[in-house]
């Protein structure tokens, strides 16, 4: 996928810091189904990770995504939190 960079005055290669406890890939839950939240899924899909997407429409409760996860990942626009 190309390289890690942190931010600094110059960009510097970083090794990808994210793992499981086990040393494996991360389970990682994407709360919310938009544009970005879809973009971080697939690079974090592309990366080797398990991913879950939730959104606001899905069938499966917030309670069930978050209890196996490792990482949680907001994504949720400002307006998208609540049902009007």
């Known amino acids: 996928m ?3 960079f942190a931010m ?4 510097t290669p970083v090794k990808p ?3 499981s406890s086990t040393g494996g890939s991360l389970t990682i839950t ?3 189904g938009g544009a970005w939240g879809s973009t971080l899924a697939g690079l974090a899909t592309q990366n080797g ?4 997407v ?3 429409r899905s069938p499966e409760s917030l309670d ?4 196996s996860a490792d990482l949680v990942v907001s ?3 400002m307006g998208g939190g609540a049902d009007r």
């Not at 990770?49 to 879950?52: G, N």
């Open 2 to 4: 190309g390289r890690n």
């Open 8 to 11: 600094s005055d110059e960009l």
């Open 17 to 19: 810091q994210a793992q």
């Open 30 to 32: 994407v709360l919310g």
């Open 49 to 52: 990770h398990c991913v879950r």
């Open 54 to 56: 939730w959104s606001r």
């Open 64 to 67: 069930s995504v978050l209890d």
């Open 75 to 77: 994504a949720v626009a």
